[in-house]
């Protein structure tokens, strides 16, 4: 068993001493992985994504919220900062069509606003939840989608 541990634990080291050094020949600085970005959240609109794709979104967020937290730099600590990013943003849900309408650059017809996150990378990542309707917008007003 210790010795399972012990392997598990030095294959660990080995692939963070194999990113370091592939970070090193990319000729990437030090200086942007010496500070790791805090839990953010970003609401991004569907229109926003290629349909398909797992490209990043296209654009800044509508909405943008910077925590004060650092989570790990793992798949724990992107679920554990989506996980804050929900808490945070739920008591909005019920006045969720006037705040994305009155932030939206454009008219939205039948869009899911859905939650990409950073943390520690300055990467969005999905995190495969949505509000769970669509919106449509016309002049920064909302307005019930048509179901057609």
């Known amino acids: 068993m210790m010795s399972k541990l012990f ?10 001493a194999v ?8 000729g ?9 970005v805090p839990c953010t959240c970003g609401i991004f609109l569907s229109g926003q994504l290629k349909k398909g794709s797992k ?3 296209k654009g800044d967020p509508v909405l943008t919220q910077e925590l ?4 790990a730099h ?19 849900l019920p006045k969720s069509a006037d705040i994305i309408c009155a932030t939206v650059d ?12 950073k943390n520690y990378d300055a990467t969005w990542i999905n995190s495969n939840m949505s509000a769970g309707r669509d ?8 307005y019930k989608c048509p179901l057609m």
Do not use: W, Y
């Not at 392997?7 to 963070?16: I, K």
């Not at 990113?19 to 990319?26: G, H, I, L, V």
């Not at 990437?28 to 790791?36: G, L, V």
């Open 19 to 26: 990113n370091a050094d592939k970070t090193k020949k990319e």
């Open 28 to 36: 990437k600085s030090k200086k942007e992985h010496s500070k790791p």
């Open 106 to 117: 454009r008219d939205v017809r039948k869009e899911k606003a859905l939650l990409f996150t």
């Open 74 to 92: 793992n798949s724990i600590g992107q679920r554990q900062c989506a996980n804050k990013c929900l808490e945070n943003m739920i008591k909005h």
């Open 7 to 16: 392997l598990v634990c030095a294959m660990l080291l080995l692939v963070v």
């Open 55 to 57: 490209d990043s979104p």
């Open 68 to 71: 004060d937290t650092h989570f």
């Open 135 to 142: 919106f449509c917008c016309k002049d920064n007003v909302p």
